[in-house]
């Protein structure tokens, strides 16, 4: 009706990501796969584990798992390559007015080389092999995170003033490569990351739709309908990260 406002729920990813996610890989920070032999060195016997912090103990996998995929694709233990470190990061290339105008808005930004990098890519085997092994030599020069509609025209209209690239982030699976920093772009770039618009703004119970910021992930969403008696009825493999 307009005339009272539902406190904002906050996001279920922090603006550090990294605090929740692996900056290197996908899912978790606490969660992951251990590979344990149960038999001896001269008799290995391997099984691997599903571990996670919610666990009361880790999970193993089917025992059959693990000479399936030493058969039928190669795995082996003594083969396993460990990630590089946090890498370098790229200089920002920075746009003094936009800065400055950006400063004097009241979104929150950041210039910190991992703030970076986590919206320079997405999940991809080629995205992870490079996080795990190599660089990327363009990222992306500030992380903005508006909070609403307002936020995210204002910005725009920053990006349009002073000819500054905006390139938008949702949940970061990103496997068509569209947060992908051209090598050659010599504008400053400005990530846009929406995780912080993800505010149900109303259902309309006749109609059976929606209006939901665009940073909302899938299962906040479907939770949030659920307590309504709603279900949006698609469950994709990245639910837990994915927006909508």
């Given at each position: ?217 899938g299962k906040d969403l479907e939770d949030r309908l659920q307590k309504r008696g709603y279900t949006t009825g698609h469950e994709p493999d990245s639910y837990e990260f994915s927006r909508y």
């Open positions: 009706t307009g005339d009272k406002v539902a406190p904002k729920i906050p996001s279920s990813i922090p603006k550090k990501r990294q605090e929740l996610l692996r900056w290197n890989g996908w899912g978790y920070e606490d969660s992951g796969f251990v590979l344990n032999n149960l038999g001896t060195e001269q008799h290995p016997k391997y099984v691997l584990l599903s571990v996670a912090a919610a666990m009361k103990s880790p999970a193993q996998i089917s025992h059959t798992f693990y000479d399936w995929a030493c058969t039928i694709i190669g795995v082996h233990p003594e083969k396993k390559k460990d990630p590089q470190g946090e890498p370098s990061y790229p200089e920002p290339i920075l746009n003094e007015g936009f800065v400055n105008d950006l400063k004097n808005t009241s979104m929150t930004f950041s210039f910190e080389g991992m703030d970076r990098l986590f919206r320079a890519h997405g999940h991809t085997l080629h995205d992870i092999a490079l996080l795990r092994g190599g660089q990327f030599l363009r990222i992306p020069d500030v992380v903005v995170w508006p909070e609403c509609h307002s936020h995210v025209e204002e910005l725009v209209a920053l990006a349009s003033k002073y000819n500054v690239a905006v390139v938008p982030i949702g949940g970061g699976t990103n496997v068509i490569g569209a947060v992908d920093c051209k090598r050659d772009e010599q504008r400053m770039i400005v990530s846009l990351d929406t995780s912080q618009m993800n505010q149900i703004l109303w259902i309309d119970d006749g109609n059976l739709v929606a209006h939901v910021e665009s940073g909302i992930i």
